[in-house]
């Protein structure tokens, strides 16, 4: 079974920190992404990377950023934290792109909070 | 930008019952995808439909796609109180950027 595995459970931050949630899939997948998830806002996709040292922004990256020196760990990095950053943080990996119709495996999900 | 939004925002039902949601979309697409999240958990891919299919099916979940339209159901039938679920719809549109909509909760009362 694919596995992708996210540092923490539930994080407690203090506004102005530097915060970095850990990703790690063991599928040998090429993409890898960051969603948050917000209530009545589904899923909104930060960054995405489709390998390793290649990102490309997502819908809202404003406030984070990304790193991937490998191809199983996708990073993501909030420079500093604010409240309006607590949330959900989702990762998921899938096959490249040259396999355009597979499907997404998700990790468990970091609650963050900023206080 | 959201791409999939998904109709009804909640739904409530009795245990038995069928449950259909909708997903609209806006722009073309690859493929479109339905999830489920249990509460505070991540995501569990249910069904992949290629834009060029119309229905496709995996055990109780039927999912229809219009491409026309640019909208896709899902059903699910002879619901179950373990169904109760948070579910949503994405789309690929370059590649594997997977772009969600809001989703549906669904509540299934035994």
């Known amino acids: 079974d694919v596995k992708v595995t996210q540092s923490s459970r539930y994080l407690v931050k203090r506004t102005g920190e530097k915060v970095f949630l850990e990703c790690v899939q063991d599928m040998d997948h090429e993409n890898m992404f960051w969603y948050r998830q917000d209530p009545g806002l589904g899923l909104r996709l930060i960054y995405f990377?489709?390998?390793?040292?290649?990102?490309e922004k997502g819908d809202i990256p404003e406030g984070y950023s990304v790193s991937r020196e490998k191809k199983e760990r996708f990073s993501l990095i909030l420079e500093s934290a604010s409240t309006n950053q607590t949330s959900m943080y989702l990762c998921?990996?899938?096959?490249?792109?040259?396999?355009?119709?597979?499907?997404?495996?998700f990790g468990q999900g970091t609650r963050l909070t900023v206080v | 930008s959201q791409q999939g939004e998904e109709d009804p925002q909640a739904l409530s039902i009795q245990e038995g019952e069928n449950a259909t949601m909708n997903c609209s979309y806006k722009?073309?697409?690859?493929?479109l995808q339905w999830y489920r999240q249990n509460s505070g958990r991540g995501l569990v891919h249910l069904i992949l439909?290629?834009?060029?299919?119309r229905e496709k099916h995996s055990g109780r979940l039927r999912v229809t796609l219009d491409t026309s339209k640019k909208s896709s159901s899902l059903l699910i039938t002879a619901s179950r109180a373990a169904d109760t679920a948070s579910y949503f719809c994405a789309t690929t549109k370059y590649g594997n950027k997977l772009v969600f909509g809001a989703g549906t909760i669904l509540r299934v009362k035994s």
């Open positions: 998921a990996s899938s096959f490249s792109f040259s396999l355009p119709n597979t499907e997404a495996f």
């Open positions: 990377s489709y390998d390793v040292k290649m990102k």
């Open positions: 722009t073309s697409i690859n493929n």
């Open positions: 439909i290629r834009s060029n299919e």
